[in-house]
């Protein structure tokens, strides 16, 4: 039986579809967590406890696993950011195929990956990384409007914040400082979280790749268009369609500058999530991530055969890539259901009317009763996720919406309480 290392966060939805994935294909998984490793297999999967904040001893006690049992380890995989670095320091141990540390480091650095891609030619955005402690004053005075200030290190919009002038700026900077201080980020202890980038704001609309590296040579699963116009103050994203209804002429662009991006950073094997902007100035790539895409959006994809994005990464990272990549609907999205405000989750009504929404296959809640809601910027995490499929993509666009109309949350709100 094929073996795979899954390096992946000790909770999360993300997790157990892929490791649902793997059971359904027949592959074993050995779990690699950050979870307490005082105590003695909490959740009783038999994980291997390791320290996202130290990769270097994290990937020294997986790189001990060569054999496990009877069996080799075939192939690694990573879920979501933070876990990516150990997953290529274990990989390098191990001897297995994957993308290089070096690769990974650069795309968890804002900062690191625009330098990169400015000096391989790509269209970057005038940048500058200035220190989490600066005077927001000071620093507003050398910058040019509109801009976008984010934090260097995290992901899914959390911290990215469009100003306009000098006052939005001192503003958007004391919010992300206050956003670096949460205990959840300073606990990781990573550098990059020490400072802020400060970008040119780009116009244009966004869209996303998914694809997958094999042994350096991109392989494109999907493009996804982004619908909902990105201006700010705040890029929340909702909406992912795939195929994309952009011309042939700006699809091969987004491919050729995504090809160029991550021969640039380097990733060699394994998924990677791109996004990208689009004008008349060409291609500008916003992030390059050495994943799969994230949260539950992976089941907005399936490919011939029914199998998922999960299922196909994980036959790729143990040599059994799929013959056969093409979509099994003619059009797919997913709505990842913004927060609507904060408060606590009560609960949501209209789930049954969305389910009988033309097109819609599923509609997952992940928010639970009784969670502490949290918007953007401050938040990371979304209520759920709407799945729709169908003949075209504004069909399924359509259909997604709806579906939303339909839902309603009852969130209590609440008076955060601090104490003196």
């Not at 996202?52 to 879920?79: C, H, W």
């Not at 029914?306 to 093409?326: K, Q, S």
């Not at 709505?335 to 599923?362: C, H, K, N, Q, Y």
Request: net charge negative; proline share 6%.
């Amino acid at each position: 039986m094929p073996r795979v290392l899954l390096v992946a966060a000790t909770t999360g939805y993300q997790t157990r579809s892929f490791t649902a994935a793997a059971g359904r294909l027949g592959i074993d998984v050995i779990l690699a967590t950050d979870r307490c490793h005082v105590l003695e297999d909490p959740w009783w999967d038999n994980a291997i406890p390791v320290r996202f904040e130290e990769p270097e001893i994290a990937a020294e006690a997986l790189g001990g696993m060569a054999v496990v049992g009877s069996s080799t380890i075939d192939g690694i995989v990573a879920v979501a950011d933070r876990p990516t670095l150990v997953a290529a320091l274990a990989a390098r141990k191990l001897g297995i195929s994957y993308h290089s540390p070096r690769a990974v480091a650069a795309c968890r650095d804002k900062h690191r990956m625009r330098e990169i891609l400015g000096q391989a030619g790509l269209p970057v955005p005038e940048n500058v990384r200035v220190p989490l402690d600066g005077d927001p004053r000071e620093i507003a005075r050398g910058v040019c409007f509109p801009c976008v200030l984010k934090p260097l290190g995290l992901s899914a919009s959390r911290g990215v914040i469009r100003a306009n002038d000098p006052h939005e700026f001192v503003a958007a900077f004391e919010r992300i400082r206050r956003i670096l201080e949460q205990p959840d980020i300073r606990q990781s202890h990573e550098e990059w979280n020490e400072a802020i980038q400060i970008e040119r704001y780009i116009d244009g609309r966004e869209f996303a790749l998914e694809g997958l590296m094999t042994q350096g040579e991109l392989n494109v699963l999907a493009i996804f268009d982004k619908p909902d116009p990105l201006e700010g103050p705040f890029f929340e994203e909702t909406i992912y369609v795939t195929p994309s209804r952009e011309s042939g002429a700006i699809q091969a662009a987004i491919v050729e500058t995504t090809r160029q991006a991550v021969h640039a950073l380097g990733l060699h094997h394994g998924p990677v999530h791109a996004e990208m902007r689009v004008n008349a100035e060409g291609v500008y790539m916003l992030e390059v991530a050495a994943r799969p895409i994230g949260g539950l959006c992976a089941r907005a994809l399936r490919f011939a055969g029914r199998l998922t994005l999960e299922e196909v990464v994980i036959l790729h990272a143990v040599g059994n890539m799929p013959d056969d990549l093409t979509l099994s609907s003619p059009a797919m999205g997913v709505m990842m259901i913004p927060v609507p405000r904060a408060g606590v989750f009560e609960s949501v009504t209209g789930i049954e009317e969305a389910l009988r929404t033309d097109g819609v296959d599923d509609v997952a809640i992940t928010a639970k009763i009784g969670q502490k809601l949290v918007p953007l910027p401050e938040g990371a995490s979304y209520t759920g996720f709407i799945f729709a499929s169908g003949d075209d993509a504004a069909a399924v666009e359509n259909s997604l919406r709806t579906a939303h109309s339909r839902l309603q949350f009852d969130i209590l709100a609440t008076l955060d309480i601090i104490a003196f």
